[in-house]
């Protein structure tokens, strides 16, 4: 258990839809990272968030937001959802250095119908 | 471009077959190159990280290993429940992103 939780562990919805996925980083942790790993595909960096300031962006789509709020969840928001979006979503909470090693939560499957 | 680069693929060994996984990177300003363990629709899992060529860590039957350009993970007569995809990945020089490679698929067979 790497003490970082996600939720929900799978969310089925339709194209256009909007879903948002839940993170809470381990105890301490100030960092949130978020990736998308679509099927037999790499892991992808989306966002970063660092005591609730955006802190690097990846390959994210404008249809795609996300926030890290005052207690340090972060929320990922994505919109206008496409068959393309579905994936494994995972949030990565890190220490405070710059390349503390980054502890996964165990995903949010998302299947967009 | 910074990158990170795994081989093979994918790795099929026997119960008992010791074998290497490679990791290059092309990042400059290396600051510390991390191993994780992902089992099929789980999140990866943190094993180890090197920061300095020549430094070596273990973990049961895996040993990484760091030079200057591309760490090796060495598995010494791994078992089935070695099974998984092995990943690496490295900090850009701000540290905000992390590079990871696609993987190692290694299938250890009984």
């Known amino acids: 258990d790497s003490g970082v939780t996600q939720t929900p562990k799978h969310l089925i919805t339709a194209t256009g839809q909007r879903v948002t996925l839940r993170c809470s980083p381990r105890?301490?942790?100030?960092?949130v990272y978020w990736y998308q790993q679509s099927l037999d595909q790499g892991l992808q960096f989306l966002i970063q968030?660092?005591?609730?300031?955006?802190?690097a962006k990846g390959n994210i789509l404008e249809r795609f937001s996300a926030q890290q709020f005052p207690d340090l969840h972060s929320e990922l928001n994505l919109s206008s959802l496409e068959l393309g979006d579905s994936a494994l979503y995972f949030c990565?909470?890190?220490?405070?250095?710059?390349?503390?090693?980054?502890?996964f939560g165990p995903g949010t499957r998302l299947t967009v119908t | 471009e910074d990158q990170v680069t795994q081989s093979p693929e994918a790795l099929r060994l026997q119960e008992g077959e010791s074998s290497s996984l490679n990791c290059s990177y092309t990042?400059?300003?290396?600051?510390?190159l991390f191993w994780y363990r992902q089992d099929p629709g789980k999140g990866p899992e943190f094993l180890f990280t090197?920061?300095?060529a020549g430094e070596e860590k273990e973990k049961e039957r895996l040993k990484a290993t760091l030079t200057k350009k591309e760490s090796f993970l060495h598995i010494t007569a791994p078992k089935p429940e070695d099974s998984a995809t092995y990943l690496c990945?490295?900090?850009?020089?701000?540290?905000?992103?992390?590079?990871f490679g696609t993987g190692t698929s290694l299938t250890v067979i009984p």
């Open positions: 090197l920061y300095s």
């Open positions: 990042v400059s300003g290396l600051r510390g």
């Open positions: 990565a909470s890190a220490g405070p250095t710059a390349s503390s090693e980054q502890y």
């Open positions: 990945a490295v900090p850009t020089n701000t540290g905000n992103q992390f590079y």
């Open positions: 968030y660092y005591n609730g300031e955006e802190r």
């Open positions: 105890s301490g942790d100030l960092s």
